[in-house]
C-alpha cells in the first residue's frame, strides 16, 4: 500500500468488473461523479465492488443526465474480508456514523450491532452504516468492505459465540492494566471486539461475558472514553497486538 496513489478518485459498485465491462451509475453515483467531481469524458476513476478487485475505468458517453462507465483493466485483485467483527452498543446516529466510518479504516470485517440493558438506541439503520462504510472504503483505499448484520440481543449473541473464537471484551476493570500485555499469545479462530454502551455493561451481563471459553479483558486507559473514541482505541491496541500491523 506504501505506493498506492490515494489521491485518486475511486467509486464503489454493486456490478460485476471485468475488463470490457460497461456499468450504468446508479443516480447517487452519476451525481457524485458528474456534479461533486466534475469528471466529464474521458476521465479515469477506480472502480472496486468488494469483489472482483480493483478496476481502471473510464466515463464515457456523457451527457448532463446520464453517463457509462467503461471498465478497462485490473489494479488490485481483491483480498479478503478480515476475520475481525466490530461489536458494538448502537449509538446516536452522527456518532454512529462516525464509528462505522473509523472502524472500517481500522480493517473490521464485521460492524455488528449488539443491543445489552443499557443501549440508549435500540434500531439500526442497515442501510446507513453500510453507506457509511462503503464512503470510508473509497475514501481510503479499503477493498474488503464490511459486512454489516441486523442488531441483535446480547443474550442471543453470547449464546452463539463459536468457542474456538476470541472475543476481546473492553472492560474498565479488566485485572491487567497494559492491553497489549493482556493480549499477548491470545488467539483464536476469527476476533471479536466487544464494547458496551454508555455506562457499560451490567453485572448480570459481565457475568455473562466471563462464561465464555476464550475471552481477553483489556482496558483502554485510565481515562473515560466515548464509545466512538473507544472504538479507535480499541481496534488500534488490537491490530498492533495480535492483528495486521504487526
Known amino acids: 500500500m506504501s505506493h498506492y496513489d490515494f489521491s485518486a478518485q475511486r467509486l464503489f459498485v454493486d456490478a460485476a468488473l471485468a475488463p470490457g465491462a460497461e ?57 479478503p474480508l478480515a476475520d475481525l467483527d466490530y461489536c458494538f452498543a448502537p449509538l446516536k446516529q452522527a456518532r454512529l456514523d462516525y464509528m462505522a466510518q473509523k472502524a472500517t479504516e481500522m480493517g473490521a470485517g464485521r460492524l455488528a450491532p449488539v443491543i445489552t440493558r443499557r443501549t440508549q438506541v435500540r434500531r439500526v439503520n442497515a442501510a446507513r452504516l453500510r453507506a457509511n462504510a462503503i464512503e470510508a472504503a473509497e475514501q481510503c483505499g479499503v477493498m474488503a468492505v464490511p459486512q454489516t448484520p441486523e442488531a441483535v440481543d446480547l443474550a442471543d449473541f453470547l449464546a452463539a459465540f463459536p468457542p474456538e473464537r476470541l472475543l476481546v471484551f473492553c472492560d474498565e476493570d479488566a485485572p491487567i492494566a497494559n492491553p497489549v500485555e493482556a493480549l499477548a499469545g491470545r488467539s483464536g479462530q476469527g476476533i471479536s471486539v466487544l464494547i458496551g454502551p454508555e455506562g457499560g455493561f451490567d453485572d448480570s451481563e459481565r457475568a455473562a461475558i466471563a462464561r465464555l471459553s476464550n475471552v481477553a479483558r483489556i482496558s483502554l486507559g485510565p481515562r473515560v472514553l466515548r464509545a466512538d473514541t473507544a472504538c479507535v482505541a480499541a481496534l488500534a491496541v488490537l491490530q498492533a497486538a495480535i492483528g495486521d500491523w504487526r
Open 23 to 79: 456499468i450504468l451509475p446508479p443516480p447517487e453515483a452519476l451525481n457524485y461523479l458528474l456534479n461533486v467531481l466534475r469528471l466529464r469524458a474521458g476521465d479515469a476513476i477506480l472502480l472496486f465492488n468488494g469483489r472482483d478487485g480493483e478496476y481502471l475505468a473510464n466515463l464515457a458517453e456523457t451527457t448532463r443526465r446520464s453517463a457509462k462507465l467503461r471498465v478497462d483493466r485490473l489494479i488490485r485483485p481483491q483480498t
